[in-house]
């Protein structure tokens, strides 16, 4: 679709818009995994079973680490499904945009066509 006065022109091209919303749609799949692989909760030293590591982290106050590392983990997961709700309304709102754009090209072609039967 082209609009303008030849020194401004507007053009719109439905498939590409569908191409752009396929890039977003592969954004949203990457969030989506990040999400779902995520998945890093807080792991006490000690479990790992070496004493001088155990005694290393509680030098840096251990107990207040896993806690911290726990809050920001749960915020980062709450963003990263934000950014993730809008890549998908984005989706959507651009396939409904070059689907718009394809029926108003169809309609003028056919209002078009009916003007140069007559």
């Known amino acids: 679709m082209r609009i303008g006065d030849g020194g401004s022109d507007f053009q719109v091209d439905p498939e590409q ?6 890039e977003l749609g592969r954004a949203y799949d990457d969030f989506q995994t990040a999400i779902v692989d995520d998945g890093m909760a807080f792991t006490e030293p000690s479990a790992f079973g070496d004493a001088a590591v155990g ?5 840096f106050g251990d107990a ?8 920001f983990d749960g915020a980062w997961t709450g963003e990263m499904a934000e950014v993730s709700a809008a890549l998908a309304e984005m989706v959507r709102n651009v396939e409904t945009t070059a689907q718009r754009y394809r029926e108003t ?7 078009l066509n009916g003007i140069g039967a007559r």
């Not at 207040?64 to 809050?71: D, P």
């Not at 090209?105 to 209002?111: L, M």
């Open 17 to 22: 818009l569908g191409g752009v919303a396929g």
């Open 105 to 111: 090209e169809q309609a003028i072609t056919r209002n």
């Open 55 to 59: 005694q290393a982290w509680q030098a």
């Open 64 to 71: 207040a680490v896993g806690q911290a590392w726990q809050a």
